[in-house]
């Protein structure tokens, strides 16, 4: 019965558009060289827009991530401060993307972040709005990184672990 429940709430819970797919490529854990393997939330490009304003990555909830040792024993689930972790990575990956791209400086900037993660039917899972950030970013590395603010935060359902994300970012300059 509780995995029923669940699931209706997956599907009954407040919707965004399905995530957008298209130019596949994995993400580089080394360009987070300043984190734990395990502390990198995303690991798949899944869409980039043609502005490089937006984009959505893929991440994997692993079973066996250390997080979720003797969390809630016998209820893992992904914690909302990997959540809110795996927004700061998938914005913070659009920023290198575009400071590859020569759309932004490298260097020690501030930035601006919304970010919403889905499921695949767009079912939301959590939000996270004003994310304000900055960090050393270069070609082939991000970080380290530093939040200054986060003006919202909503965490509307549970991630078990083997469920795929879809981090669905966007950045701008904070001015």
């Not at 995995?3 to 919707?15: D, H, I, N, P, T």
């Not at 298209?22 to 869409?47: N, T």
């Not at 575009?98 to 501030?110: C, D, I, M």
């Amino acid at each position: 019965a509780p995995a029923a429940a669940s699931s209706e709430r997956r599907e009954s819970g407040k919707l965004s558009s399905p995530p957008e797919s298209g130019d596949s490529r994995k993400v580089a854990p080394e360009v987070f060289a300043w984190k734990r393997p395990e502390m990198v939330f995303v690991h798949e490009r899944a869409w980039l827009s043609p502005g490089m304003d937006k984009a959505i990555l893929k991440y994997t909830n692993p079973a066996d991530h250390p997080f979720c040792t003797g969390l809630f024993p016998g209820n893992p689930v992904m914690m909302g401060i990997t959540q809110w972790i795996a927004a700061l990575d998938g914005a913070a990956w659009l920023l290198l993307e575009k400071v590859e791209a020569g759309l932004a400086a490298p260097g020690n900037s501030r930035w601006k972040a919304d970010v919403e993660i889905l499921r695949e039917n767009g079912a939301l899972v959590a939000e996270v709005k004003g994310l304000v950030f900055s960090g050393d970013v270069a070609p082939g590395r991000i970080g380290p990184l530093s939040v200054e603010k986060t003006r919202r935060v909503g965490f509307r359902d549970q991630v078990r672990p083997g469920e795929e994300l879809f981090v669905r970012a966007s950045v701008a300059p904070v001015e």
